[in-house]
C-alpha cells in the first residue's frame, strides 16, 4: 500500500492517536526509487532461548513512533530532521512463517541483498537477536567486512558449533569473516563469557563509572573510520526499566537499578521505622520500556542518516 507524499505529510500533523501506523508516518512501500532509507519489521522470536515476545516488537514500535516527529524543523535534541534530510520508508515487514527459523534466514538475506543492492541503508525493527545473523551476513556481502558496534547485556559470542539462535549469531558473524573483531566494541556486557573473540569489550560496570564523553571517544577509537553495522538489544537497559524482553539482566551498580531500593530503605530506615511491605508491580510496566523504544528507534535512524549526508 502506498499512500503517497501527501497524506504522510498530513498524518504527521494528526492526532497522535489516529491514522496509519507506519514507522514515523512513513510511506508503506516495497519501491525504492530515491529512497535513503528503508525501515524493515522482522517479526521473529523463534531464536530466543528464554522468554518469546518479541515478533510483537516491530508492531509496538511502529505505534509508538507515531508520538514523536510532529516537529517539522527537528526532534529534540537532533539539529535537523531526519525526515527532511533522508527519504525514509516503511518496507513494512518480512513475512516469516512461525516455527521455521531457516525460512527466516532465507527472506530476510534474499530482501536485505535487495535493498543493499539498490544503494538503500535499512533500519531493522525486531526481533529477537537472531535476526542479526542474516543481517549481517547481507550487509556484510554490500560493503565488506564490518566493525560491530554491539549494545547489550550479553556478548552473544557463544560458540555452540554450526547452532544459530539468538545468543550465537555473534560467534558466527566473526566466524564468517563478517565483520571484524579487531575494529568492534560491545558495550554494556553483564553475563560472563571469557571468550572475547578478539573483540573490544566495555562491561556495565567501567561504562556507568566512566565519564560518556570518554566511552564515546574510545567506541570511535575502536570503530575508526570503515563500514559500521550498530546492533541495540533493548536489555542493554535494566530490566526495572524495559522488561519486555528475552533474557532481562539486571545492572548492578546503576543508581537507579536493584541496588536504589536497598539505598533508599537504609535512609529511610534511619529516619523511621518502616510500617509496611513494597508495593505491587503493576501491570501496566512495560510503558516505560515503550517509551525508551521511541527515543532509542530515532536515535538509531539518525545515526543511520548521519552516514548517508
Ligand atoms: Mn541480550
Redesign the pocket.
Known amino acids: 500500500m502506498d499512500l503517497g507524499h501527501d497524506l504522510t505529510q498530513a498524518m504527521a500533523y494528526a492526532a497522535d492517536y489516529a491514522g496509519e501506523l507506519s514507522f514515523g508516518r512513513r510511506r508503506y512501500t516495497r519501491d525504492l526509487t530515491g529512497v535513503d532509507i528503508a525501515v524493515v519489521g522482522i517479526p521473529f522470536d523463534a531464536g530466543t532461548v528464554n522468554r518469546p515476545g518479541a515478533r510483537f516488537g516491530p508492531r509496538a514500535i511502529r505505534e509508538q513512533t507515531t508520538l514523536v516527529g510532529c516537529y517539522p524543523w527537528a526532534i529534540y535534541p537532533w539539529d535537523f530532521n531526519v525526515f527532511e534530510r533522508c527519504e525514509v520508508i516503511d518496507y513494512s515487514d518480512i513475512a516469516t512463517v512461525a516455527g521455521y527459523p531457516d525460512r527466516m534466514v532465507e527472506a530476510v538475506r534474499t530482501e536485505m541483498c535487495r535493498i543493499l543492492d539498490a544503494g538503500v541503508s535499512v533500519l531493522s525493527i525486531g526481533g529477537d537477536?537472531m535476526v542479526a545473523y542474516p543481517l549481517l551476513q547481507a550487509h556484510a556481502a554490500t560493503h565488506g567486512p564490518l566493525s560491530l558496534i554491539h549494545f547489550?547485556?550479553?556478548s552473544?559470542t557463544w560458540g555452540m558449533g554450526d547452532d544459530l539462535n539468538?545468543g550465537t549469531w555473534g560467534y558466527l558473524a566473526a566466524r564468517e569473516g563478517w565483520v571484524d573483531p579487531e575494529r568492534s566494541v560491545q558495550i554494556g556486557m553483564r553475563s560472563p563469557n571469557p571468550e572475547t573473540l578478539g573483540f573490544t569489550v566495555i562491561e556495565a560496570n567501567p561504562l556507568l563509572t566512566a565519564p560518556m564523553d570518554a566511552t564515546v571517544q574510545q567506541i570511535r577509537d575502536v570503530v575508526g573510520d570503515g563500514p559500521a553495522y550498530l546492533t541495540f538489544?533493548i536489555?542493554?537497559l535494566d530490566p526495572a526499566f524495559a522488561p519486555g524482553?528475552?533474557?532481562p539482566?539486571w545492572r548492578p551498580n546503576d543508581p537507579s537499578g536493584p541496588r536504589a531500593p536497598a539505598r533508599t530503605r537504609r535512609r529511610e530506615h534511619c529516619r523511621r521505622r518502616p510500617r509496611g511491605g513494597r508495593a505491587a508491580v503493576r501491570p501496566c510496566r512495560n510503558h516505560g520500556a515503550r517509551w525508551r523504544n521511541v527515543g532509542l528507534r530515532h536515535a538509531l535512524l539518525a545515526w543511520v542518516a548521519r552516514g548517508i549526508r
Open positions: 537477536h547489550d547485556a550479553h552473544d539468538h538489544d536489555d542493554f524482553t528475552g533474557t539482566v
